[in-house]
């Protein structure tokens, strides 16, 4: 059996609905991402995130992603839906992540001569740093990887890894960078915003498969 310091925890983001959820935990997410940002095909609104919640079984996470919202946006989303994390995905400074009180992890977009010591350091509140591929169009979930190279060991924060990650590749990048935890969402779909349980079932296995050795 796999201790819990070796394990790798999986983060299923982009979910749209109460199946999908139920799926992904069953198959044994250990959190799902809800995205409040409307631009993306992603995306979800208060009643349904709270429809997401409400099926999710105990100990799995409920994460709120937002891109450069205000406060009073984020404040609407936690008077509405009973979110445990949140996620930021934007320019946000340390200080507007801290306000809402809730844990927060910040992302981190890997372009040209980021420094991951210097985003640990100015995000020292931050319960993790998550690793994501750089498009200056797109805050995210842009199907794409980035050189795993460029993970240092030694951040000091926790590294959630994401950005084109699939049952294809997430094995090796887990080998490659042992991250804390790893997070994904076109890799497992079927179509942007519906998850494929195959899909997921797969990615599952992959992880399992090097967290066992």
Known sequence: MLSEANRTRVKICGITSPE????AARLGADAIGLVFYAPSPRSVDAP???AVIQVLPPFVTAVGLFVNATPEEIRAALDAVPLDLLQFHGDEPPVDCERFDRPYIK???MRAGVDLHDWARRY??????LVDSYRPDVPGGTGTSFDWSRVPMDTGKPIILAGGLSPANVAEAIRRVRPYAVDVSGGVEAAKGVKDVDKMAAFFREVNSVTAS
Not at 124 to 129: E, H
Request: hydrophobic share 50%; glycine share 12%.
């Open 107 to 109: 992302a981190v977009p």
């Open 20 to 23: 999908d959820a139920l799926n």
């Open 48 to 50: 349904g995130a709270r």
């Open 124 to 129: 020292g509140s931050a319960k993790a740093l």
